[in-house]
């Protein structure tokens, strides 16, 4: 395909990862996942960080740690403060732990919550909000932070989609209580499937732990603070301590992410340079909104919305871009209220809900693989011109 909406970006450094662990015959979690979550926490200078098999089993364990903790714990019915605009996997563990979800429209530029309803979001019941940073632009993340900690509210960031943005100098996934991370594919680096949840909270990070394999202790030191060792070893082996799951993820996973890491500056870097060059092309055109930047963006895509007030037809545009071999989606996973499964949930909406409903009827984004991307950019600004006239 001429352009792409996710490109590989392993070389020779995550093949011989990959050989390493399997000449070392060991497969699940183990030393290399151990090595890349010590990396990964240093490179967010945070204390914790447990690795899991993918962005939504990071959710997963997230949330499940905090209906565990001694001291201000979820519990069912509790609501939670989240944008109407993510993927599935925000939503669902918040679901399976009947929590009832308070959805929170998008600003239109940003793709992010607009925090200026977070006064009216706030209800008796309010113990949680969830940030999510849509595709690399890092969401108010400042202002939830002072919020949640205004109100004494749990303050959690999805940050599944931004890895490597900052914002006033500062690494998004590193402002939450809890902060999880997706390694997808299609993400800022790629172990296959996987994902990791940061944390400084040692509490936390344990349950976490004992959460991602079977509810067990075996990954605990004996001095947790989540339970007290009182049997033998033939126990304390296959003793269960939480309704936990199997979210391990594999030592090849563990292995390739360590070198995806040291790449990811670089990546990060190419990524904004391609940034620069579609703000560049698309700026001052009024048919299209493209995501407004806040903080700096590690955007793995590029949004484009077609101007409502212009009344384009998103279907030739659709075609256009097929007949131009460009690669083209939904962004992220739409207005979350526009699926079936919102049958299954208890949530109610802040006022109306009318900018995630224009970003999922007018809106789609492209790639933005890290290496130079201009000829398929001008491309693709050529083809959106021509199908928009
Ligand atoms: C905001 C957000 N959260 C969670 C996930 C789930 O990540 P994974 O695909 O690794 O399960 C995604 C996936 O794209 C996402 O965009």
Redesign the pocket.
Known sequence: MFYNLAEPSWGEEEAAALHRVIDGGFFTMGPEVAAFEEAFAAYHSKKHAVMVN???SA?LAAIASQFYRNNNTLQRGDEVIVPVL??S??YHPLQQYGLKLRFVDIELDTLNMDVGKLEEALTPRTRMIVA?SILGNPAALQTMRDFADRHGLIFME?N??SLDAELDGRKCGTFGDINTF?F?FSHHVSTM?G?MILTDDLETCHLMRAVRAHGWTRDLPPDSPVFERRGSDHFEAYRFILPGYNLRPLELSGAVGREQLKKLPEMTAQRRRNWQTFQSLMEGDERFIIQRENGKSSAFSFTVILNPEHHLDREKVFAALKEADIGFRII?GGCFLRHDVIEHYDYDTVGEIRNAEIAHDYGFFVGNAPRDLTPQIERLREVLDRSCR
């Open positions: 993918s962005g939504s959710n993510s993927w996997t925000t999510v999805d599944c989609e997706s997808f499937e994902g992220t």
